[in-house]
């Protein structure tokens, strides 16, 4: 069974609204976080490592203030994409390390679909 | 504007034979090297993982080769099944860092 779970799976919101993307680890506590973005036909690409009350850190290239993570607890962390445009269409992905399932073992979530109209 | 995604490198292969995946990796520090399978519209799938002490790993139906010198990596599949059909991303994790590096996937197609 799943043991990082994501919500919404798939959300449709209207230019210029947020919209949040939740990332919960199952059953284990998951001091660090991933969010990652993919486009049709490519690999994954990290956004953003969310750890555990501290401040995410971005990637190069990524606006911290368009992608808001939040990780306020050791089995949530949360993305908001605020005032979402059409360009920011995609699918995102979460993924967690740590607790039971070992250091270096990393689980991915689902995924959530994201289109703005 | 508009992105120009990828043309993923596909490999087509009947069901029932055996299939190999490679992948080169960039970092000749990395220590640990996780293979996922992604199937259309899902997350990565974990599949099998192997740490840079280890030339090769066998799970139930795959086995992961990792060759050090030329930085490489390959996923064996025994006796395909049209339930592999999916993108398989290999992934490295450096010694010093807490985050992934995917490569850029390879579709397995299984031919009935």
């Known amino acids: 069974g799943a043991v990082v779970s994501q919500h919404p799976s798939w959300v449709i919101c209207k230019s210029g609204t947020s919209v949040k993307i939740e990332c919960r680890s199952l059953d284990f506590q998951a001091t660090t976080m991933f969010w990652y973005r993919q486009f049709p036909k490519q690999s994954l690409m990290l956004m953003a490592t969310s750890n555990e009350g501290s401040k995410a850190t971005y990637e190069q290239g990524v606006e911290k203030d368009k992608f808001l993570i939040n990780h306020a607890s050791l089995t949530l962390s949360t993305l908001t994409v605020t005032s979402a445009h059409p360009e920011d269409s995609s699918f995102y992905i979460c993924?967690?390390?740590?607790?039971?399932?070992?250091?270096?073992?990393?689980?991915f979530g689902e995924g959530s679909w994201l289109t703005v109209v | 504007g508009e992105s120009v995604g990828l043309h993923l490198p596909t490999l087509s292969v009947q069901e029932g034979d055996n299939s190999i995946i490679n992948c080169a990796y960039s970092?000749?520090?990395?220590?640990?090297f996780i293979w996922y399978k992604q199937e259309s519209g899902k997350g990565p799938q974990f599949i099998i993982d192997?740490?840079?002490?280890?030339d090769k790993r066998q799970g139930q139906r795959v086995t992961v080769l990792l060759n050090k010198t030329v930085k490489h990596l390959s996923l064996q599949i025994a006796a395909t099944q049209p339930g592999d059909s999916a993108v398989y991303f290999c992934?490295?994790?450096?010694?010093?860092?807490?985050?992934?590096?995917f490569g850029g996937g390879t579709r397995v197609l299984v031919k009935p």
């Open positions: 992934a490295e994790n450096p010694p010093a860092g807490n985050k992934l590096t």
């Open positions: 993924s967690a390390r740590g607790g039971w399932l070992g250091r270096n073992t990393i689980y």
């Open positions: 192997i740490r840079s002490n280890m």
């Open positions: 970092n000749s520090a990395s220590d640990y």
